[in-house]
């Protein structure tokens, strides 16, 4: 059917944020955006920032619409809502040591459906770069204790990054992004973060609060993460799609198009974003900042130009 051809784009969500910067105005041109501006919620669904759909036949509704109302555009899946959430991160400042509950214990203690398995695809740091990824507690008493004790410089490893790197942050890992980094951000559509430290940084006169009990309760002990989580992305072939990632949430690929890209949307759907460049995706021109789904059953599609991009499914 023609309609399974048509390309559907997004007006993404935008986010200010205590640690955000100028980038998404500066560099991506996002209506809208300020000096603050940390988030780019550039495909999601979520009840805290539902894109509108910009063009073609389901002009002017959510996603989160169009996916309860209409799921064939998206393989006739059962998860009952929108599983995938893709945003751009623009840290100018640290943000908070964090961890992620799992699916499990969202449902039980947050009444959510999704806990927060996501990765990152690094767009751009400063040389030399690292990232929080993983801790030194060998137990959960001495995590507690390192915890309440404020050893966070004790607790923590840093990880160095960097351009193009790409993380898979599973629930349980602590974790933090550092500033001066750009990150293209593939997740369950959850929004769900426990702080375990915020540097005791002030927001309105007051500390944002942190989720000490709930921390302790999901870190994984002892730490599985560390640099097992790091993959680097340069040298892939240009022109194809490489995935990055397969697990129990998503399939992501990168697609370093110099040229033609030819490849088959045969997925339930396939969420891209263009990270630089320009081109086309079967005639239809895209632009860095662009974020656009391909339906089910779209077929071929074919990539031109000169451009960087982040695909994914479920």
Request: proline share 4%; charged share 25%.
């Given at each position: 059917m023609?309609?399974?051809?048509e390309?559907?784009?997004?007006?993404?969500q935008?986010k200010d944020?205590?640690?955000?910067g100028s980038k998404?105005?500066?560099?991506?041109?996002?209506?809208?955006?300020?000096?603050?501006?940390?988030?780019c919620?550039g495909?999601?669904?979520?009840?805290?920032?539902?894109?509108?759909?910009?063009?073609?036949?389901f002009k002017?509704m959510?996603?989160s619409a169009?996916?309860?109302?209409h799921?064939?555009?998206?393989?006739?899946?059962?998860?009952?809502?929108?599983?995938?959430?893709?945003?751009?991160i623009?840290?100018?400042?640290?943000?908070?040591i964090?961890?992620?509950?799992d699916?499990?214990y969202v449902?039980?203690?947050?009444?959510?459906?999704?806990?927060?398995?996501?990765?990152?695809?690094?767009m751009d740091c400063?040389p030399n770069?690292?990232?929080v990824?993983?801790?030194?507690?060998?137990?959960?008493?001495?995590?507690?204790?390192m915890?309440?004790?404020?050893?966070?410089?004790?607790?923590?490893?840093?990880?160095?990054v960097?351009?193009?790197?790409?993380?898979?942050?599973?629930?349980?890992?602590?974790?933090?992004?550092?500033g001066?980094?750009?990150?293209?951000?593939t997740?369950?559509s959850?929004?769900?973060?426990?702080r375990?430290?915020?540097?005791?940084?002030?927001?309105?006169?007051k500390?944002?609060p942190?989720?000490?009990q709930?921390?302790?309760d999901v870190?994984t002990?002892?730490?599985?993460?560390g640099e097992e989580?790091l993959s680097?992305?340069?040298?892939?072939p240009?022109?194809?799609m490489?995935?990055?990632?397969?697990?129990?949430h998503y399939?992501?690929w990168?697609l370093q198009?110099?040229d033609?890209?030819?490849?088959e949307?045969k997925y339930?759907?396939l969420?891209?974003?263009?990270l630089?460049?320009s081109?086309?995706?079967?005639?239809?021109?895209?632009?860095k900042g662009?974020?656009f789904i391909?339906?089910?059953?779209?077929?071929?599609a074919?990539?031109a130009?000169?451009?960087?991009?982040?695909?994914s499914?479920?």
């Amino acid at each position: 059917m023609e309609q399974d051809r048509e390309i559907i784009f997004l007006k993404p969500q935008l986010k200010d944020v205590v640690w955000g910067g100028s980038k998404l105005r500066d560099e991506f041109g996002y209506e809208g955006a300020g000096g603050s501006t940390g988030e780019c919620w550039g495909i999601s669904a979520h009840p805290n920032g539902d894109d509108e759909i910009i063009n073609g036949r389901f002009k002017g509704m959510s996603l989160s619409a169009l996916y309860r109302e209409h799921r064939e555009v998206f393989g006739g899946i059962a998860a009952e809502e929108f599983p995938l959430l893709v945003k751009i991160i623009d840290a100018k400042q640290d943000l908070s040591i964090q961890v992620h509950p799992d699916d499990k214990y969202v449902k039980e203690h947050e009444n959510c459906p999704y806990g927060k398995t996501e990765c990152w695809y690094v767009m751009d740091c400063p040389p030399n770069a690292e990232l929080v990824i993983g801790h030194n507690a060998r137990t959960r008493e001495e995590l507690a204790d390192m915890i309440h004790e404020g050893r966070y410089e004790e607790l923590i490893k840093n990880v160095p990054v960097r351009k193009g790197d790409f993380l898979q942050i599973t629930p349980g890992t602590v974790h933090a992004i550092k500033g001066g980094f750009t990150i293209l951000e593939t997740q369950q559509s959850s929004d769900i973060t426990y702080r375990v430290y915020d540097y005791g940084r002030l927001v309105n006169g007051k500390e944002r609060p942190l989720h000490v009990q709930q921390s302790i309760d999901v870190i994984t002990v002892p730490d599985r993460a560390g640099e097992e989580a790091l993959s680097h992305t340069d040298g892939l072939p240009e022109n194809t799609m490489n995935k990055l990632i397969s697990c129990d949430h998503y399939t992501v690929w990168k697609l370093q198009v110099t040229d033609e890209a030819v490849t088959e949307q045969k997925y339930p759907f396939l969420l891209a974003s263009v990270l630089d460049g320009s081109g086309s995706v079967d005639g239809v021109s895209v632009k860095k900042g662009d974020h656009f789904i391909l339906p089910a059953g779209y077929g071929r599609a074919v990539f031109a130009g000169r451009m960087e991009l982040i695909l994914s499914t479920v």
